[in-house]
């Protein structure tokens, strides 16, 4: 099992950054892939950036890409991501989840957080 706790929403104006924070606790914590999703009002929970285990590997959603950075430090068994030119689309609860291999596929991710607010206003 992996528990994972989320931090770091919150609102802002838009063009301003936030970084968000997922600390991992639980049985091989930092041997699992990360991911990053988000869930607007009224839309489907999508994908937003994952990272490998080791960091080697990332991947963007293309509505970010540019604008968001994930990163981890397993050393501290947490991961982020850095938010800088937020836009009002950006707002969402932003989770974020484990999995076996970094991947947008929200089905094999297995452990989830409870999610943490962002909201940007315009």
């Known amino acids: 099992q992996v528990q994972l706790v989320e931090s770091g929403g919150g609102l802002v104006q838009a063009g301003a950054s936030l970084r968000l924070s997922c600390a991992a606790s639980?049985?091989?914590?930092?041997?699992?892939?990360m991911g990053w999703f988000r869930q607007a009002p009224g839309k489907e929970r999508e994908f937003v950036a994952a990272?490998?285990?080791?960091?080697?590997?990332?991947s963007y959603a293309d509505s970010v890409k540019g604008r968001f950075t994930i990163s981890r430090d397993n050393a501290k068994n947490t991961a982020y991501l850095q938010m800088n030119s937020l836009k009002a689309e950006d707002t969402a609860v932003y989770y974020c989840a484990a999995a076996e291999r970094a991947t947008p596929q929200i089905s094999l991710y297995d452990y989830w957080g409870q999610g943490t607010q962002v909201t940007v206003s315009s």
């Open positions: 990272i490998s285990w080791s960091g080697g590997y990332k």
């Open positions: 639980g049985r091989a914590a930092s041997t699992y892939a």
